[in-house]
């Protein structure tokens, strides 16, 4: 039984006044949610009350952050303190288990920093310990990547982002397909977030097979469409959070006169070269051999369940008992205005899973975390390569020095110039308010992160940032995961801030 004075006490930890009858409905609505989750869950151990109050209003890997638990190494230029202040208080605030910073400006490296988290059970380092050269997963910061090799691919005469798909694959024109571009794809404007028929594992490993399981499932593929009302018939802009990698990959085999996957070209032409820590799949001999240290960084490593007990199901519980007390987070206001769209109820955001699948099996077609250890060895562009903050910063670091680093050239200027035009807003799209109606991408493929600065981020927190305007190429790694599915402004934010500060 949680009881009024525990809930009292959990709602003045988080912040909250509840008078005694608001006490009393807090604690029997939390007493509900226990037994329900009894019910679902008779094995299951969740936080107590007692648990939730000692993490509430804390940071979410951290009971008590001192300087003294934080370790961090690596160098800032002086002109960029304030970036080295800003990724230290991430630690301080315990918003951190391990994390790095890797900022280049006109192809130098000025900030390349990595801290770990000392506290018991927070560092998530491999046993070999954790520096600027450690691995992690960095789920779809991958998309960043895809969107470089294409434009390689484009630099080269390979394709054009205007060439119709089914140009290069004929098969891919059927099912309402046949003007679908490749900038389509890369804007994840296809509508091919999820497919009808799940991948294997097997269908992934022989994805550069052209008349493999995978293409064939593509093909068969019909855009997803708004089942009624205003926008009936057409397709709105749907994150394609794994899937926008095996379309890309299966258009990439067919222009590439070698036939290579996305993955394969990172190795031999853009991440190889380059000298950049950027892996998905099995090309690179070190990295498949498992020689490169690598962090866990996975769904797993997000906060104790004491800490998404408080600041979740506590915190939501209590905000609904006292109702028009508060006033609502931006996030409670486009809740209640999507609810009351009457496009809601057929959107893709109509369950938790509807904007990823659109209640199609998931893409991936199987179970597994894309930040495991168990996937990193499959080919998923999109959603499962690993990286180091030095090795994302040095492809961004690349695109923001005209195509070229360290006397490597990667691709022409102009062709930077080229990827980086023609923005649609998500708001151009059928979208109403559902989908990424917000969204900003280019026809690279790159979200507009800002004026002049492209890029994404990740699950879990990543970011993979360049400014050809600024010259700065930027990357974020970390291993406690977050919620989003392209980074955490919370711990991203003040660093952006403080980067833009140093270089306007």
């Not at 299951?44 to 007692?50: K, L």
């Not at 800003?86 to 490296?109: D, I, P, T």
């Not at 987070?329 to 899973?353: G, Y």
Request: proline share 5%.
């Amino acid at each position: 039984m949680a009881g009024p004075e525990l809930a009292k006490q959990l709602a003045g930890a988080l912040g909250y006044d509840l008078s005694d009858d608001e006490a009393r409905t807090v604690s029997n609505e939390l007493d509900q949610w226990y037994a329900a989750r009894r019910q679902e869950r008779p094995d299951g151990s969740d936080a107590t009350i007692e648990q939730a109050i000692a993490r509430a209003g804390k940071g979410p890997y951290s009971v008590e952050a001192t300087t003294e638990s934080v370790r961090i190494g690596g160098t800032a230029a002086p002109e960029f303190g304030a970036v080295r202040e800003a990724f230290v208080a991430n630690f301080s605030r315990g918003l951190e288990r391990n994390a790095q910073l890797c900022v280049y400006q006109h192809g130098k490296c000025v900030v390349d920093l990595w801290g770990e988290n000392q506290e018991p059970d927070m560092s998530t380092a491999p046993a070999s310990g954790y520096d600027g050269d450690t691995l992690q997963s960095v789920y779809s910061s991958g998309k960043a990547i895809e969107s470089t090799v294409f434009a390689m691919a484009v630099d080269r005469g390979l394709c054009s982002y205007d060439d119709l798909v089914s140009q290069h694959w004929p098969e891919f024109a059927a099912n309402g397909k046949a003007q679908m571009t490749i900038a389509d794809v890369l804007r994840h404007d296809a509508g091919l977030h999820a497919f009808d028929e799940a991948l294997t594992p097997d269908d992934i490993r022989d994805q550069a097979n052209q008349d493999g399981n995978m293409s064939r499932i593509i093909a068969s593929q019909a855009p997803w469409t708004w089942p009624s009302g205003p926008y009936q018939g057409r397709t709105p802009r749907i994150y394609h959070a794994v899937s926008r990698g095996y379309v890309l990959s299966q258009i990439l085999i067919r222009v590439d006169p070698a036939g290579r996957t996305i993955g394969q070209w990172m190795a031999e032409e853009l991440c190889g070269p380059l000298g950049a820590d950027f892996y998905c799949g099995s090309h690179d001999n070190d990295y498949a051999s498992g020689n490169r240290p690598q962090a866990d960084m996975h769904f797993r490593t997000g906060p104790d369940r004491a800490y998404q007990f408080a600041h979740g199901v506590a915190t939501g519980i209590i905000r609904r008992v006292l109702g028009e007390r508060l006033d609502p987070t931006p996030m409670e206001v486009a809740q209640r205005e999507f609810a009351a769209d009457p496009l809601f109820a057929i959107s893709p955001e109509q369950n938790p899973q509807g904007r990823l699948t659109g209640g199609r099996p998931s893409p991936m077609g199987f179970d597994i975390d894309p930040g495991d250890s168990n996937s990193h060895a499959l080919e998923i562009t999109s959603s499962s390569s690993s990286a180091s903050a030095r090795g994302m910063a040095r492809v961004m670091g690349m695109l923001a020095n005209g195509g070229i680093l360290d006397n490597v050239r990667i691709l022409n200027a102009d062709g930077i110039d080229v990827a980086t035009s023609n923005a649609v807003s998500g708001a151009d799209r059928p979208n109403g308010r559902f989908g990424m109606a917000a969204s900003n991408f280019v026809q690279g493929g790159w979200g507009v992160v800002a004026r002049g600065t492209f890029g994404w981020g990740g699950a879990g927190g990543s970011v993979i940032q360049f400014s050809p305007e600024r010259g700065i190429g930027l990357g974020y790694t970390c291993t406690g995961f977050a919620g989003g599915l392209s980074g955490d402004q919370d711990r991203v934010g003040p660093i952006g801030k403080a980067l833009y500060e140093a270089t306007r």
